[in-house]
């Protein structure tokens, strides 16, 4: 269409790019309106309506390109000023009334699963050697993809409270599992042999005296996808997830911080099967010797009585889960046996883990013939915060380069190796502190997994 304008061409070749992007189609489907391409926006219009079926605004916009009246809509208001009577012969007012039968001057109905099917959307590969295009994954650093949360149960009155009526949220078990985390196969399979293989038989398990209980304690690197997977274990348990941290605890009344975490464990029995997930552990099971404050060192003594139980049914079904960046600052009190006297190593993702974070955070962005092999190759070490920023920062040159020409222009693979060079994997300073103790303070052969992998990386 050479009477097109720079702008109409350039969302043409946008929205071409990110079929999926809604807003962005309807931006387009309203200037081919104010151009007067009316047929060419219902097609557009329709693709959208593929995608958000139930967007009002969709619909609405839909409605207008066919040029129909809006179902439903008042007729205008009356003005102050009323019109001259005018005198009516009754026969000529009953035939002006609308019928029932035919239905009168009401707006005609829309077929909008007609207007769906009409056309279909034909765009090419947005990322390189794959024309099939696959499915969504799920970043298991991002927070909005932890699983959502589903409503509360309701309590014997009716209410969406819990049963104490405390500010305890409990999320019911979500739709993430194990196999929603891209790569990292060798964290699922010691979860699978540690922790979940006991709980799935539960014939196995009595006969072998295994308690439904447990505690597991996640380190590694910051960014690395450790919140995530706890929610992915208790999607698993197929139980209740209750994330906690500092800032849910301390209180600057004595004995309340104590009553709270006491509160905590009582949620969590009350509604097991529950995982308590303990955010930033080293925080809040900081060493005792290390702390100047009478008030924290109750707090790490109410949390090793809670962990206890007082008899050996009362945390049945309470899993702990906990994480920490440092875990050699964490009281050793908490890792004896029968506490959190697991551990698990969560590295950086690997090649498998990273494809499927990059794809997670492009999904809707506009990219052309992305290479996610040679990205891959370049982001070893990165954690999923840093691919995340890796993302971010690609964007930010197209945007700043559409800005400056007036056409919008494509994220391709070169904006994504430009951003990975001004990147520094915010892993390795993690592993400069890991690495002396690993090679000092490994007592009892406890960070042997982080021994292993820094030796076969080369870093001791």
């Not at 995608?51 to 839909?62: N, Q, S, Y």
């Not at 539960?202 to 997977?229: A, D, N, W």
């Not at 955010?279 to 809040?284: S, T």
């Not at 498998?352 to 999904?363: D, M, N, T, V």
């Amino acid at each position: 269409m050479s009477d097109e304008s720079p702008l109409i061409r350039s969302l043409r070749a946008a929205v071409a790019a990110a079929p999926e992007d809604v807003p962005l189609r309807l931006h387009f489907t309203e200037l081919l309106l104010a151009e007067g391409r009316h047929d060419e926006a219902v097609t557009q219009a329709a693709v959208a309506l593929q995608h958000a079926p139930g967007d009002e605004a969709v619909r609405d916009l839909m409605v207008r390109a066919m040029q129909l009246p809006t179902v439903g809509t008042p007729p205008p208001a009356a003005t102050e000023t009323p019109a001259p009577p005018t005198t009516t012969p009754p026969q000529a007012a009953a035939s002006a009334a609308p019928s029932p039968a035919t239905g009168g001057t009401q707006p005609r109905a829309f077929d909008w699963a007609a207007a769906e099917q009409e056309v279909a959307d034909v765009v090419g590969p947005r990322f390189a050697a794959d024309p099939t295009g696959p499915t969504d994954p799920i970043d298991p650093t991002d927070p909005a993809d932890a699983g959502d949360a589903t409503e509360a149960p309701l309590t014997a009155d009716g209410s969406g409270a819990p049963a104490d009526a405390s500010a305890w949220d409990i999320d019911a078990p979500g739709d993430v599992r194990l196999a929603d985390v891209g790569g990292m196969q060798q964290v699922k399979d010691r979860l699978e042999a540690a922790f979940l293989a006991p709980m799935r038989n539960p014939e196995l398990r009595k006969l072998y005296g295994k308690s439904l209980r447990g505690g597991l304690l996640l380190y590694g690197p910051p960014g690395c996808g450790k919140t995530f997977i706890a929610r992915a274990v208790a999607g698993e348990l197929g139980a209740g997830f209750m994330s906690v941290s500092l800032s849910d605890i301390l209180d600057m009344y004595i004995g309340t911080s104590e009553k709270n975490v006491h509160d905590i464990f009582e949620a969590a029995r009350r509604q097991a099967p529950c995982v308590i997930f303990l955010d930033e552990l080293d925080a809040l099971g900081a060493k005792r010797s290390r702390m100047h404050h009478s008030g924290l060192r109750n707090v790490v003594n109410q949390l090793l009585t809670e962990l206890d139980g007082i008899n050996a049914a009362q945390n049945e079904g309470v899993f702990v889960l906990a994480a920490t960046n440092v875990p050699w600052d964490v009281d050793l009190a908490l890792r004896r046996p029968g506490r959190l006297d697991r551990t698990l190593l969560v590295l950086p993702p690997d090649a498998p883990a990273r494809e499927s974070i990059l794809r997670y955070h492009l999904r809707e962005r506009p990219i052309e013939s992305v290479d996610l092999g040679k990205i891959v190759k370049v982001t070893e070490d990165f954690s999923g915060a840093d691919l995340a920023h890796l993302c971010e920062s690609a964007a930010e040159y197209a945007l700043l380069d559409s800005a400056r020409s007036g056409t919008i222009r494509m994220i391709v693979t070169k904006d994504l190796l430009t951003a990975a060079k001004q990147i520094k994997p915010s892993s390795e300073s993690w592993f400069a502190s890991a690495r002396n103790v690993a090679m000092f303070a490994n007592d009892g052969g406890v960070y042997d997994d982080l021994v292993t992998y820094l030796k076969k990386k080369r870093k001791l």
